[in-house]
């Protein structure tokens, strides 16, 4: 018995990266520096369903007029869509992984878990890969979402098979979810926005966010 396990082969140790999170470029402004327009803008998220200016927003407040428009976009994206909830936050994870927007992935795994998607596709999904045991309405939204994004269209099979399912309706909402996203996904990755507080980077890090440690 010794010599075998002087002789095993070692375990091989996984190799840890380290790195370092680059400051938010479009950091909150703090409220005393707000122009009259941003306040206005302000006010009427913190009075709404997501009560303070967090996420994408604390950016675009740059953009008073950009903003409000937006997250009144946002505001129908999360609570009016006619595509399933489940859906809508499968298709905007597909979203946050083609842009690898940290912020938007941290935030939206939690809703899509909550809302019934399983851990396995959502695992798929922040790998690349097609998920396994889809639910039919589940496949079809993959297909969809990934053909727009890979192709920038949809084939006519790809497209009648979500209006089969869905109805032109739900399927043009779809488009939005996948395109408000997208969206914000690019602002937050050029601003830097962090992940929220305690959140952890759940995808392969990218240059904007982190630089390697030696």
Known sequence: ????????????QKKQMRFDILRERLPRIAPEKLNAAQKKVAAEISAGPRKDVRGPFVPMMRSPGLTGPTQALGAYIRWGVKVPFRLAEMAGLMAARDWSCQYEWAVHVPHALRGGLPQATVDALAECRRPEKMK????IVYDFVNELLKNRGVSDATYARAVKQFGEESVVDLVGVVGYYAMIAMLMNVARTAPPKGGLIGLAPLPQYVRPLA
């Open 136 to 139: 039919k309405d589940e496949a």
């Open 1 to 12: 018995m010794k010599n075998a396990a002087r002789h095993a082969p070692a375990v091989k």
